[in-house]
């Protein structure tokens, strides 16, 4: 006994008895000495107080044991966390615990039926004292038909429960009496259900097979399974903004993939897999942890991903036991994420792992089976194609001084020159949903640039569009001189791009128009076969023009003088 420690004991005894004496020694040495006089006595302090040592005259001793294990074990019925009732066999409810009692009274009904239904006398009256007893007449034994059994049973407010059963039987094999243990598991089978629903929405999510896809290309095979994962989010997990991050295996770097109500600038970060300075993503892609961000203010490695995030998710993308990306959930609530939902995402992760890694293996199948086909295209129209653009330098230096002629002929070799380089781009070797964006990488100088692009021909109009907006700049359109003007007069920009001969107002009018507005902006001006009757070229060649283009160019002529033309501002 530790010595630090002050001993209880209980007395029951009358004075001058030989427990008496015992109790004496004990509280000689400093003992906590609790005498009572009768059994009732003994049992109330037992009740209020525990006791090291309980000390008796032996006549009383074993009832005194008796009753401290029966009250023991009522105190541990009062206290379970699982329901207890004995019913009688006609229904009648005669005892429950607090746990029990604290159910709703339909659902307590319901496990008195199912006692009865179970192990009860059919018909019996709920006063009477009848007892239930099985014949054995379809040769099972008594004991197979005394069994407990376990039954499940709904509440009307979708409460779930589960219900162990127990005949209490007299010598003669009757029932007596039926024990009914009652587990509350209504969050289990929630959890369960909810785990089910996104094992579902998990395998028709990887339905991304050749047929499904037929004749989707890569970015609408992307969008299908973006559209698919936002439709799973929004009625399992009851978020809609997220994001897919791959990791590029050259340079370890996490690419946007997929995303949905993410701001812009979140495309813009560079996120290494790595533990450290690199966001929740970096560190996700890095150690394979989950992570969850309550309080995106307060954590130092959030990168805001949507515009007004209280809060955060991150799961890794798993493959086979590697990691191949992450899963970013974001929302406007603080801490609106529990484990609950993280086991939900690693779930819906896992198969976003698998849906992704198909379209990958679609994707390559497709480039190859493409670059196959142009490869044999291109060896078919080799010879033909080399056929026009010898004839038709034959004939440029037949018709020397026919200037317009041999321009003409010039820019026939061109588009045949461009037809072939655009097949053996096709042809090209692509990797797979990394790898689908080969060609529009973003460039750095002209990232941000706001350019105005004036043209009257729509094809060119909107191919150059196209491009510099690939390369990161901000485009905007005009389709006249008039209209190139009025968007210069109410919109700053970089950079000008526009041919000279457009209706309403030419190339040195509105190069005019836009030194005024902003004398430090770049402008180039495009021409065909170097047409310039207004002489708009040469004017603006005086006052400070950065470049022209001639028609046709090719979209390398047009990145550098644009590249050219803004050094040369930055000098």
């Known amino acids: 006994m530790d010595p630090n420690v002050v001993p209880r004991i209980l007395l029951l005894g009358r004075p001058g008895s030989r427990a008496h004496e015992i109790v004496q020694k004990f509280a000689e040495i400093g003992a906590n000495v609790h005498s009572v ?31 401290a294990v029966n009250q023991q074990s009522a105190m541990i019925l009062e206290n379970i966390g699982q329901g207890v009732c004995i019913v009688h066999p006609s229904g009648r409810l005669v005892w429950a615990n607090p746990k029990m009692r604290s159910y709703p009274e339909d659902m307590i009904a319901q496990v008195c039926g199912i006692c009865v239904k179970t192990f009860g006398t059919s018909g019996a009256d709920s006063g009477s004292e009848g ?14 038909h005394h069994r407990a059994r376990r039954v499940s049973i709904t ?18 094999g009757e029932v007596m009496q039926i024990a009914a243990v009652v587990w509350d598991v209504t969050h289990n089978r929630r959890l369960q259900k909810k785990i089910d629903a996104i094992d579902l929405a998990g395998r028709e999510l990887v339905r991304l097979d050749a047929e499904t896809t037929a004749g989707m290309n890569v970015e609408e095979r992307i969008s299908l399974l973006e559209q698919k994962i936002l439709r799973y989010m929004h009625d399992l997990l009851h978020f809609d903004n997220f994001a897919v991050l791959l990791i590029d295996k050259k340079t370890n770097r996490l690419d946007f993939v997929l995303q949905h109500g993410m701001i812009p600038r979140s495309r813009d970060y560079e996120i290494i897999a790595s533990p450290e300075g690199n966001g929740i993503s970096g560190y996700v892609a890095a150690t394979g942890r989950s992570y969850i961000c309550h309080d995106t203010s307060k954590d130092p490695r959030y990168l805001p991903g949507l515009e007004s995030a209280k809060s955060s998710l991150t799961v890794p993308l798993r493959l086979h036991d590697k990691i191949i990306g992450v899963f970013n959930i974001e929302s406007d609530r603080e801490a609106a994420f529990n484990e609950e939902d993280r086991q939900y995402a690693e779930i819906l992760a896992g198969y976003i792992a698998i849906a992704l890694n198909i379209l990958d293996l679609l994707i390559v199948e ?38 317009d002629l041999r ?71 005009a389709c006249d001189g008039a209209a190139a003007i009025e968007e210069l007069q109410h919109h700053p920009y970089d950079l000008l791009l526009a041919d000279i001969r457009m209706p309403h107002k030419n190339g040195y009018e509105v190069y005019a128009a836009a030194k005024e507005g902003n004398p430090d902006i770049a402008v180039i001006l495009m021409t065909g076969f170097g047409y310039d009757p207004n002489h708009s070229i040469v004017r603006a060649k005086k006052e400070g023009l950065s470049a022209v283009l001639f028609k046709p160019f090719k979209v390398e002529q047009l990145i550098a003088e644009i590249r050219g033309a803004f050094a040369v501002g930055k000098a």
Request: proline content about 3%.
């Open 131 to 144: 007892k239930s007893s099985f014949g054995f007449n379809n040769g099972q034994s008594r004991s197979a």
């Open 407 to 477: 321009h003409r002929l010039s820019a026939i070799c061109d588009h045949v020159t461009e037809i072939k380089e655009k097949v053996r781009e096709v042809a090209r070797p692509r990797g797979g949903i990394l790898g689908r964006r080969t060609g529009t990488t973003v460039d750095p100088l002209l990232k941000g640039k706001h350019i105005l692009v004036a043209d009257d021909e729509e094809t060119i109009r909107e191919t150059i569009a196209g491009v510099l907006r690939k390369a990161g700049a901000d485009v905007e359109t």
């Open 37 to 67: 006089m009768t059994f009732d006595e003994a049992l109330a302090a037992m009740r209020e107080s525990a006791f090291d040592v309980v000390i008796s005259d032996q006549g009383d001793f074993l009832a005194l044991e008796r009753a």
């Open 155 to 172: 509440s009307p407010r979708d409460e779930h429960f589960e219900v162990t059963i127990t005949p209490v039987l007299n010598s003669r």
């Open 366 to 403: 497709r480039n190859d089976w493409t670059g196959r086909l142009a490869e044999d295209v291109l060896g078919e129209i080799a010879g033909p194609l080399n056929d026009i653009i010898t004839e038709a330098q034959t004939l440029m230096e037949e018709y020397i001084g026919n200037d």
